[in-house]
Nanobody, 122 residues
Framework: QVQLDESGGGLVQAGGSLRLSCAAS????????MGWFRQAPGKEREPVAA????????TYADSVKGRFTISRDNAKNTVYLQMNSLKPEDTAVYYC???????????????WGQGTQVTVSS
């Protein structure tokens, strides 16, 4: 089991910045990758960014490229999402999730945090 605990959400004006954190605990040695997702009211959950735990390779949704940066601190078992130049359309609940490497198989995102609200005012 892996537990994920997000923090760092809040209210910010358009153009501002926020940094989200996601601390992992439990069987963290099994984590293969971590990702950030978001879900706005009335919309489906969508991927935002992801990072491979070993090596640090990253991917981003087109809508956030150049504005958001995902990073990790292996010693703290924490992944971050630095969000700059925020727009009202970035308003959503943001979730972190973990993929696990188990018995040689990489799972889908099997573990999820509780979510943190990000609200960007115009």
């Amino acid at each position: 089991q892996v537990q994920l605990d997000e923090s760092g959400g809040g209210l910010v004006q358009a153009g501002g910045s926020l940094r989200l954190s996601c601390a992992a605990s439990g069987r963290t040695f099994s984590v293969y990758a971590m990702g950030w997702f978001r879900q706005a009211p009335g919309k489906e959950r969508e991927p935002v960014a992801a990072i491979i735990w070993s090596g640090g390779s990253t991917t981003y949704a087109d809508s956030v490229k150049g504005r958001f940066t995902i990073s990790r601190d292996n010693a703290k078992n924490t992944v971050y999402l630095q969000m700059n130049s925020l727009k009202p359309e970035d308003t959503a609940v943001y979730y972190c999730a973990a993929k696990i490497l188990s018995k040689g198989v990489i799972t889908e995102y099997a573990y999820w945090g509780q979510g943190t609200q990000v609200t960007v005012s115009s």
